[in-house]
């Protein structure tokens, strides 16, 4: 925002403003003298004729003329405003969300806007461009520009107070003018989003690769032993057959949650539309994991509200996140021997469930990081259990999409509670889906 300041200066100064009335009232000011004048032969004093005159005249030049005046306050507005007006560049500038710094030769700063001043701060009238710039690869590249007029870039990043990449542009704006009034344009273009996504591109690729690659080289090791020494050996192809159906089985279980993940990313900005009873469709979920917990000796308790609790969502990606975290109960607090679903609506909170283990909980450290792909607590623990490393990044994925959120609680030696709390919003009209009850 331009802020337009009225300058004392821009107003007319008093003295000049009675000598320029004074021009304009020659000729009634002259008519007044020669009346003066000619009264005092007429038997009229002379102080008499003087202090007349001086009151014309002072009257005369001195009263308002609201005419003159508006016309002078009308200039003094137009000079202000051409005084203070942002030149049509920098107004350009100043619309752009990009930190941009306008600068002279001698690297003073002319102008910067408003995202330049939140990213570098505010410089003081006419400071250099190293009174908040202190990079040296930045300030060569200024340096390199101003000497040979011809726009160069350089990539910058910092790690103080947070890991940034800025790729900074610099770049005469009149090269064709005369060597004191040429200006330079430094902006900083952000690059941090998509170096942390390259990152996690890179990591994802690399740590895929090792999941699958694992199972696969135990497979072609069992097959080279059944092509040679194992051969006739009916004992060792029984127990190595097992052995390859089990590693077959994970490789397609980490393939189908590579697939899960790719097809929640390409729809994470469409929100669902349908209703969901989370009180039916725990009860469903919780059926279907019952043979599994029976085995490892937990029981699943499930306690509901007395009212129905809806939510906007989609009901087969629900039954995922949640078939995803109790059989994570299940498996990781196997020693608590009971694993709690709790379903709870708060028409200011929204609904949230609770799935709350009482195994051997998750160090502190751990916890920021359980969401991310691949990314185990205990890696012999989690393959031992058949973990792919994937399914709290599908929860986390699916979460997102539904406009909700999971909170994850653990003491060591207590247990572990994993809350996913729905926005308060009303659900759509959508009609709710019954098919997977049934």
């Given at each position: ?12 100064h ?13 000729r ?19 102080w ?14 001195l ?8 016309r ?13 007006a ?29 995202a ?11 400071a250099?461009l ?5 990079s040296?690869?930045?300030l ?15 990539e ?17 704006v ?6 004191d ?28 690769s090792?999941e ?8 072609m ?33 980490l ?28 009860t ?14 937990v ?8 009212e129905?609790?809806v939510?906007?969502?989609?009901v ?12 994570n109960?299940?498996k ?35 916890v920021?990081r ?7 607590v205990?890696?012999e ?6 973990g ?14 539904h ?10 030696g ?20 019954k098919?997977?009850?049934?």
């Amino acid at each position: 925002m331009t802020e337009i300041r009225q300058d004392a200066a821009a107003e007319p100064h008093v003295g000049d403003r009675i000598a320029a009335r004074a021009r304009a009232l020659a000729r009634p000011l002259g008519v007044g003298l020669v009346l003066a004048l000619a009264a005092i032969p007429a038997g009229l004093a002379p102080w008499q004729a003087v202090a007349g005159y001086g009151a014309f005249a002072g009257a005369l030049l001195l009263w308002p003329s609201s005419r003159e005046d508006a016309r002078a306050r009308a200039r003094a507005r137009a000079r202000s405003r051409a005084a203070n007006a942002v030149h049509p560049d920098f107004a350009v500038i100043e619309a752009l969300d990009l930190p941009t710094i306008v600068f002279d030769r001698e690297t003073q700063v002319v102008r910067q806007n408003s995202a330049a001043k939140l990213l570098v701060g505010e410089y003081p009238d006419r400071a250099s461009l190293s009174a908040r710039i202190r990079s040296p690869a930045i300030l060569e590249l200024v340096a390199r520009v101003v000497a040979r007029g011809l726009p160069e870039s350089v990539e910058h990043s910092e790690r103080v107070p947070s890991e940034r990449w800025h790729e900074v542009r610099v770049a005469p704006v009149n090269p064709g003018a005369e060597p004191d009034r040429r200006l330079y344009v430094l902006t900083y273009r952000d690059l941090t989003e998509a170096r942390r996504m390259d990152r996690m591109r890179t990591d994802f690729v690399a740590n895929a690769s090792h999941e699958l690659r694992t199972p696969l080289a135990s497979l072609m090791g069992f097959i080279e032993t059944l092509q040679g020494p194992a051969r006739n050996d009916e004992a060792a192809r029984t127990r190595f057959f097992a052995i390859m159906l089990e590693q077959a089985q994970r490789m397609a279980r980490l393939i189908d949650d590579l697939l899960s993940l790719s097809r929640l990313e390409m729809r994470a900005h469409v929100a669902p539309e349908g209703e969901v009873d989370l009180s039916r469709t725990l009860t469903h979920v919780i059926d279907t994991l019952k043979p599994m917990a029976s085995e490892l000796g937990v029981t699943i308790d499930l306690a509901l509200p007395q009212e129905p609790v809806v939510v906007t969502g989609d009901v087969d990606e629900l039954i995922q996140v949640f078939s995803n975290l109790i059989e994570n109960a299940c498996k990781y607090g196997q020693t608590g021997k009971r694993v709690l679903v709790t379903v709870a609506n708060s028409d200011g909170d929204g609904a949230h469930v609770t799935v709350q283990d009482f195994g051997p909980g998750i160090a502190k450290e751990h916890v920021p990081r359980l969401t991310e792909r691949f990314y185990r607590v205990d890696v012999e623990s989690s393959r031992t259990k058949k973990g792919t490393g994937l399914g709290l990044a599908i929860v986390k994925h699916i979460l997102a999409r539904h406009r909700a959120r999971l909170v994850v609680k653990s003491v060591p030696g207590e247990g572990s509670a994993f809350t996913v709390k729905f926005s308060s919003a009303k659900p759509s009209s959508s009609p709710l889906s019954k098919e997977i009850y049934q």
